[in-house]
Every structure is written in C-alpha cells, then in structure tokens.
C-alpha cells in the first residue's frame, strides 16, 4: 500500500498472476463409433480423460483445431475437433485422427489445456472400421446405424427388407481415391475406399459392398452400401458386421 499526502489517497499495487488449468490426464483415445483402442489415419476418434478442457456440459467445436484454448495435435500435427464435453465429470473430445499419418506404426497425441499439456502414445492401423450405432426407443439393444432407401432409419418398428439396398455408416474404413486430406469433408461424387473388396457380414453369410468410402458432406464419416439378400435371415436382432470382425452390430430385417 502506498499513502500518498496531497490527496489523502491511498494507492493499492496488486500483482496478478495467471493461474493455468491442472495438467490434462489422457485416459484412452478410441474409435469414435466402436470405442475400440486405436486409431487409423482420417478416422473419427474419441479421447478420454480428465482436465481436458473448460467446457461444461457438451459443445460443438465445429471442426475447429482451437476451441476455448484447447487443442488436440497427433504427430505434432494441429486436428479438427467436433464434440467437447464435460458431463459430471466425464470428459471426451472427439476429433479426426490426421489423414496424412502412416501406418502401422505408433503416434504422440497431445492435449493443450490453455497452456497446459497432456500426452499419449497411440497405436494405429492402416483400417479399424467401426460401425455408429443408436439405442432406439423402447430397447436396450444398440443398433447399426443404417438408411433405408427412403431415408429412414433402420430399427426394430423400421426393419429393412430382403432385396433392398441399405446405407451403413461408420468410420475407420482408411484412405480413399481421391485422397481427403484432414478436415476435407466427403465430395461429390463420393471417394471410394481404395481397400477393396468390402464385405459386410450379416449372421453367418458375406454380403459384398456396393459402394464403400467418405459420406458426402462429412467429415471422418465413411458410408457403406449393400444389398440386403434375398434369403436373409428376418429378425429384429440380425448381427452385421465388417469383413475385418473389428466391429459388429445388429440390425432389423
């Protein structure tokens, strides 16, 4: 404190400090669809943790590689980020893994905090598909997020039918021609995978792709279009999955 005679005044100094968040843990970084270890270039991912950022409740980033001061690199490089949440206490960001990486190999994924730091080594494989699910209303059961031709939604009050061409999506399926770079979204016409053939397993039986490769318009997005056989087995519980057995899900017929 300063006393100052001329005025009766008395003049307070005060210091300021910055106080930097606690240190990001990283607890996992996984598939964004199947939750599975991992990641493959261009993919959706999702990262676990603690400290990771000050948002509360869910907030879209909007593909942005800085949100709030936080940021999310892989192999030094600066990724997209989507969705930023911190639910009580449960925290996740999901981002796009680098298309540009090479695989097989293991990379350094970071988190900057505003300023504080948080690192991982992470696996990563050429392809890890995994499929999107949903839980429909009035089931516990997670199904395959898949299209009807009519845009609607495959479940159990919504099966799909023998004969019919279906929309699956999911992520991890690995480059494409032409090749997206990170934050490219799908074109039009769309990119196809360039790991081919695709199959799609439906109960015991191969079902192969029509078309696989970037959903148009999105962003880490991969789309998946096969035909249902015309002997399928009917059900509200058909397993589907991809040829790799990374990932499974169920599905309505």
Same mark, same amino acid.
């Given at each position: 404190?300063?006393?100052?005679?001329?005025?009766?005044?008395?003049?307070? !100094?005060?210091?300021?400090?910055?106080?930097?968040?606690?240190?990001?843990?990283?607890?996992?970084?996984?598939?964004?669809?199947?939750?599975?270890?991992? @990641?493959?270039?261009?993919?959706?991912?999702?990262?676990?943790?603690?400290?990771?950022?000050?948002v509360?409740?869910? $907030?879209?980033?909007?593909?942005?590689?800085?949100? &709030?001061?936080?940021?999310?690199? /892989?192999?030094?490089l600066? /990724?997209?980020?989507? +969705? /930023?949440?911190?639910?009580?206490? *449960? $925290?996740?960001?999901?981002?796009?893994?680098?298309? $540009?990486? +090479? *695989?097989p190999?293991?990379?350094?994924? #970071?988190?900057?905090?505003?300023?504080?730091?948080?690192?991982?080594? /992470? =696996?990563?494989?050429?392809? #890890?598909?995994?499929?999107? $699910?949903?839980?429909?209303?009035? +089931?516990?059961?997670?199904?395959?997020?898949?299209?009807? =031709?009519?845009?609607s939604?495959?479940?159990?009050?919504?099966?799909?039918?023998r004969?019919? +061409?279906?929309? @699956?999506?999911?992520?991890?399926?690995?480059?494409?021609?032409?090749f997206?770079?990170?934050? !490219?979204?799908?074109?039009?016409?769309? *990119?196809?995978?360039?790991? !081919?053939?695709?199959?799609?397993?439906?109960?015991?039986?191969?079902?192969?792709?029509?078309f696989?490769?970037?959903?148009?318009?999105?962003?880490?997005?991969?789309?998946?279009?096969? !035909?249902?056989?015309?002997n399928?087995?009917?059900?509200?519980?058909?397993?589907?999955? &991809?040829?790799?057995?990374?990932?499974?899900?169920?599905?309505?017929?």
């Amino acid at each position: 404190y300063l006393y100052d005679d001329s005025n009766n005044d008395i003049l307070m !100094q005060i210091r300021l400090a910055s106080v930097s968040p606690s240190q990001p843990s990283i607890s996992a970084v996984v598939n964004a669809a199947s939750y599975q270890a991992g @990641m493959s270039p261009g993919m959706l991912a999702t990262l676990f943790g603690t400290n990771l950022s000050p948002v509360v409740g869910v $907030e879209s980033a909007g593909g942005a590689t800085s949100y &709030k001061g936080v940021s999310i690199s /892989v192999d030094n490089l600066l /990724v997209p980020l989507f +969705t /930023v949440a911190n639910v009580n206490g *449960a $925290e996740q960001i999901n981002f796009q893994v680098s298309a $540009e990486l +090479t *695989a097989p190999g293991t990379m350094q994924v #970071q988190i900057n905090n505003n300023g504080s730091i948080g690192t991982v080594n /992470v =696996p990563i494989t050429a392809v #890890q598909p995994g499929i999107f $699910e949903y839980v429909p209303a009035g +089931t516990a059961l997670s199904y395959a997020a898949i299209m009807k =031709p009519d845009g609607s939604v495959v479940g159990p009050s919504n099966p799909a039918t023998r004969g019919s +061409t279906v929309v @699956m999506f999911l992520t991890g399926l690995g480059p494409t021609s032409p090749f997206l770079a990170t934050g !490219q979204p799908g074109p039009v016409p769309p *990119a196809t995978t360039i790991y !081919q053939p695709v199959v799609v397993g439906l109960n015991s039986g191969a079902v192969p792709a029509v078309f696989s490769g970037a959903a148009p318009y999105f962003i880490g997005l991969d789309q998946v279009n096969f !035909q249902i056989p015309a002997n399928a087995s009917v059900g509200s519980n058909i397993t589907d999955r &991809k040829s790799t057995r990374l990932n499974s899900s169920h599905l309505g017929i």
